[in-house]
């Protein structure tokens, strides 16, 4: 996204420190703290460390089914196409997980 209009805005000493404050609070420059505040209206900090864990998780458990694909098909196990399955299914529920964690990002600072 281009932005190229350029507005100069003046703050009183309070009402920066007010702005400056919040901005260090959810570790993000004032120019985009302002920015959002004044397209979204608000924003909420959410602490998602555990959603963080789970998601590594998640993703640490498809990494571990394809090292077992990867050694099923090496070795020509009968299993191979269960595994298949199993992966399919997998990258499907990878995709609709991906699908919700995206919609909590515009409000969520992660």
């Not at 050694?71 to 990258?91: G, M, P, Q, V, W």
């Amino acid at each position: 996204m281009s932005r190229n209009i350029v507005r100069h805005v003046r703050f009183s000493k309070s009402e920066y420190d007010a702005v400056s404050r919040k901005a260090a609070y959810l570790k993000m420059p004032e120019g985009r703290f302002i920015r959002k505040i004044a397209v979204q209206g608000n924003l909420k900090r959410y602490d998602l460390y555990e959603l963080r864990k789970i998601t590594r998780a998640f993703y640490y458990c498809g990494d571990s089914l394809e090292q077992i694909r990867k050694i099923a098909e090496t070795e020509k196990s009968e299993y191979l196409h269960e595994i298949n399955n199993l992966k399919n299914r997998f990258l499907n529920i990878s995709k609709k997980f991906e699908k919700e964690i995206k919609k909590l990002r515009p409000n969520v600072l992660l």
